[in-house]
């Protein structure tokens, strides 16, 4: 076994391995790691950093969504109140519209109801002035002569009754 | 490979690319000093050369560079905790060097360094002694009380004592075994079935697949190997910072 036998590279293997040894780990002491710790380092500060920006922009975030929360209700109670105002204008308006469409129509009802009256008083009058014609008539024919036009009157209000 | 009998440990053999003597020692570099000089351009490549940008939302490659350092930083952090971290640099530069190791050894006909065990030995014995210094200059003289079991009755101290000791001086030992055994044993064993495939001619498909299976076997082993190489690692640094 080359490993047991050429005890006469031991020396030159152990002093090449002291040398690389050494050679590297300068290389990596003063290049290698401080470059990596600085990028490892680089890119914690800023995942943390961003994370950090993250939770200001979240909270930022959840007041501008209570503002808006708030403004929506605020202006859901003041469509209710206009609404609601603008139901009793129109049942005020409508109520008072139509006391006077009934006021028109109760005076409407009056004045006919009177002219109906005349109207009727009218008739029954010159029902009157018939019934004495008639009866003047009558009496003309049968009597043969004219009666007084008072007498005839009389004789009709007697059997009218009124 | 290039060796005359193409056995299956030929692959493990040391062989001078440059010759450099230094005051009578040899320091040649060899195959296996190519290996590491590979290991360390790849592991910086991959490394500085992903996170070049440094993009705030990464790339493939960046994220691998980046999932390479959470991966030895979560380590480090579950086995010791936040007193581990000024260790970091160490850790992590112990477990890309093996990984890579590993891992570029996987490559047909490449040199896997962390097959010798002189070299595992020599990462484990400057870990042993480094978490054996740390724990004395933490804890001064109470650092032998590591070696007392707690709650065991004194009657089992002479028993315990030194039982507690030989498992403490036999860390390196498995720590270093561990991984050389692994990469030794897998290596062997794809060479092994490598010789039958052109040993067995049409019939050598059945090896061939054995291999294809394998190698990702291997490779997850690579993977595995360096993982607790580095786990134990942190642990024994655990030990020294707590003792029990």
Known sequence: MPQLQQIDTFLSQVVWLVLAFVVLFVVLRT????????????????????????????????????????????????????????????????????????????????????????????????????????????????????IARKSATDAVDAVSDG | MAGEKHGPLDQFTIKPLVSIDIGGA??????????????????????????????????????????????????????????????????????????FGNLL??????????????????????????????AVFKHGIRFFSFFVPPGAPKLMWPLLIPIEVISYLSRPVSLSVRLFANMLAGHTLLKVFAGFVVALGAAGVVPLLFIVALTGLEILIAFLQAYVFTILTCLYINDALHLH
């Open chain 1, 31 to 146: 290049i290698a790691l401080p470059k990596i710790q600085a990028t490892l380092e680089a890119r914690r500060d800023r995942i943390e950093g961003d994370l950090d920006r993250a939770q200001t922009l979240r909270r930022e975030a959840e007041q501008v969504l209570a503002e808006y929360e708030a403004a929506m209700a605020e202006g859901r109670d003041r469509a209710q109140a206009v609404i609601r105002g603008a139901v009793e204008d129109g049942k005020a308006q409508a109520a008072t519209a139509h006391e006077a469409l009934a006021g028109r129509l109760a005076d409407d009802i009056g004045r006919a109801e009177a002219r109906i009256a005349a109207a009727r008083d009218e008739a029954v009058a010159n029902i009157r002035d018939v019934a004495v014609e008639v009866v003047q008539a009558a009496a003309q024919r049968l009597i043969g002569g004219r």
């Open chain 2, 105 to 134: 050894g996987m490559i047909p006909s490449a040199f896997t360094f962390t097959s010798h065990i002189v070299v595992t030995f020599a990462m484990a014995l400057v870990v042993f002694l480094f978490v054996t210094l740390l």
């Open chain 2, 26 to 99: 040899d320091l040649s570099f060899t195959n296996s000093s190519l290996a590491m000089l590979i290991t360390v351009l790849s592991v910086s490549l991959f490394l500085v050369v992903g996170m070049s940008r440094g993009r705030l939302v990464p790339g493939r490659w960046q994220s691998m560079a980046e999932l390479s350092y959470e991966f030895v930083a979560g380590l480090l952090k579950e086995t010791v905790g936040n007193e581990g971290r000024r260790y970091f640099p160490w850790i992590f530069t112990l477990f890309m060097f093996i990984l």
